[in-house]
């Protein structure tokens, strides 16, 4: 069955220093991977997804993220965190033809301190 | 302005009452989706429809129901016997496409017990 482990449940950066919020799959065929951000009391809001096409994905504001078959991994990354970065990242992959079933990780939270 | 909307934002609940949560989407999707969502987990699917007057029970299906007369509207209904009703409430719409077809969020409701 295809799952999603997020390795961390909290993330704590400076503003202005790296971000990377891990995540890893398990899928038993090339799956479609994406990464969901929301905001306290918010609905989500997709970054970017993996459909198959280039392994680096390019995101909005600009976080990226890298899949890796070899390592079952999909880690989100942003060169340098914003204060508004600050949030619940959610690591999703999705699972079926036709219907759109989404497996969600159970989330990290990024905390960006000034 | 395209998106979905949900309503309300708040909804208190009485023991013993149904409740219905709203959701609309003027985005053309031929897919809509109910999650839950508790706090420390991931997105729990409850309920999708594919079409109009056609949905299927997802993970979480007991307690709830839900009816899909018009292709923008797909209402959920938390009836009585869901005994732990208090949670966030996502919809979500998506096209029919094969593997990676996003899911787009609504902002959400906030069920509340009295």
């Known amino acids: 069955a295809q799952s999603v482990t997020q390795l961390d449940s909290h993330v704590s950066v400076s503003e202005g220093t790296p971000v990377l919020l891990r995540c890893n799959y398990s899928?038993?065929?090339?799956?479609?991977l994406f990464w969901y951000v929301q905001h306290p009391n918010k609905g989500l809001q997709l970054l970017l997804k993996?459909?198959?096409?280039?392994?680096l994905v390019k995101g909005i504001n600009g976080f990226e993220a890298e899949f890796k078959k070899s390592e079952t991994s999909f880690h989100l990354t942003k060169p340098s965190a914003h204060m508004s970065d600050a949030a619940e990242y959610f690591c999703?992959?999705?699972?079926?033809?036709?219907?759109?079933?989404?497996?969600f990780g159970t989330g990290t939270r990024l905390l960006v301190s000034p | 302005d395209g998106g979905i909307t949900q309503s309300p934002k708040y909804l208190f609940r009485k023991e013993g009452q149904n409740v219905t949560l709203s959701c609309e989407q003027n985005?053309?999707?031929?897919?809509m989706y109910w999650y839950r969502q508790d706090p420390g987990q991931g997105l729990r699917l409850i309920y999708y429809?594919?079409?109009?007057?056609?949905?299927q029970k997802g993970d979480i299906a007991e307690g709830y129901s839900v009816s899909r007369e018009k292709k923008e509207s797909f209402p959920l209904t938390v009836t009585s016997a869901q005994k732990n009703p208090t949670a966030f409430y996502l919809c979500?719409?998506?096209?029919?496409?094969?593997?990676?077809?996003?899911?787009?969020f609504g902002p959400g409701t906030r069920l509340l017990v009295l």
């Open positions: 979500a719409s998506g096209g029919l496409a094969g593997e990676g077809e996003t899911q787009y």
């Open positions: 993996y459909t198959s096409a280039a392994t």
């Open positions: 429809s594919q079409i109009v007057n056609d949905f």
């Open positions: 985005l053309n999707h031929d897919a």
């Open positions: 899928s038993s065929y090339s799956p479609s």
């Open positions: 999703v992959v999705s699972v079926g033809t036709g219907f759109q079933k989404l497996v």
